[in-house]
């Protein structure tokens, strides 16, 4: 499908207490809120994903330190990565919460520290990418690998027919 990215200048501050599913389901629908209202007649997709772990809720690192401790922190353990989507158009919002738990493999302070050095961690919720050379560090997946990534596409083909509209994969 046709599409253009459009930055939604969003506030993207967790509230304090505001639990993971919440959080992600907020900023979605914020996101393509924000965007729709800029673009009357649009059909906007907007999603957000975070990283949950022991109660903890792991955003984007502001530092290599930080992507370095959110790393030691999910080693050898399960985490659940949350993709919320939504899907705006003039006034109307629909949204899709993705759950998908994430084993990592237990990993040494070199196997850390080499991973932060490539920077892929850097603009990634729980400081990885599953998609990239964070593959390598996860044990086995239980959910859908797409909302791990960040957008569970099966959730945007269910929003798209809920505005009636219908993938086709001839263009």
Known sequence: MPFRVVLPEVDETRAAGEPPETYV????RAKAQAVAAREPGSLVLGADTTVEVRGQVLEKPSSADEAAAMLAKLQGRTHHVLTAVALA?????EHALDVTDV????????TIDDYVATGEPMDKAGAYAVQGKGA???????????????LPVRLVIELLDRF?????FTR
């Open 136 to 150: 390598v560090l996860v044990d086995w997946i239980r959910g859908d690998f797409f909302g791990v990534m960040g």
């Open 164 to 168: 009636d509209v219908t993938y086709r």
């Open 89 to 93: 158009r003039d006034g109307r919002i």
């Open 103 to 110: 084993t990592f493999r237990p990993l040494d302070k070199a």
């Open 25 to 28: 389901v907020r900023l979605a």
